[in-house]
């Protein structure tokens, strides 16, 4: 008998082996009970402390959440102004290359060579009337004239 039992020890696992309760036995009932009679009493104390934890909490939200609206605004407004300094460089950019574009089509020798390219020639004298012609009194008042203007035809 001896020899079975050894036989049973060494097929059962060790973790199991030890599971065997030696100490009192702990037995459960279960037992109904009617807890339809009992009448819960308001406890002021509690109520008020509920309400100053609400309060708390509303105000920790409030905080909160302000804080998280300002710093997601900040970070809306910090690309705004990065998208303005880009658009502004491109403006200053198309800008300079504009201004760049208006010197050279101003040019008096470009514009001489093209009218050379075309046939012009430069004025005769006497051919140029200067209409902004600029008085010694410039608040004096000016006599209207009719001074006879010669007309060229074209070649």
Known sequence: MAAAAAVIRGAIPTARRNTFFTGT??????????????????DPGRNREMRQFGTALACLFLLVFSYAWQHFRAIEYGY????????????????????????????????????????????EPGQVIRLDSTAADSNAPVMASAEPVMVLAGQ
């Open 25 to 42: 036995p702990e037995i459960y009932f279960a037992k109904a009970i009617d807890n339809s009679r009992l009448v819960k009493v308001e």
């Open 80 to 123: 705004q102004i990065e998208s303005a300094k880009r658009e502004l460089n491109d403006l200053i950019e198309v800008n300079r290359a504009l201004r760049t574009e208006d010197a050279s089509l101003r040019d008096p020798e470009r514009i001489d060579v093209m009218a050379r390219r075309m046939g012009l020639v430069p004025p």
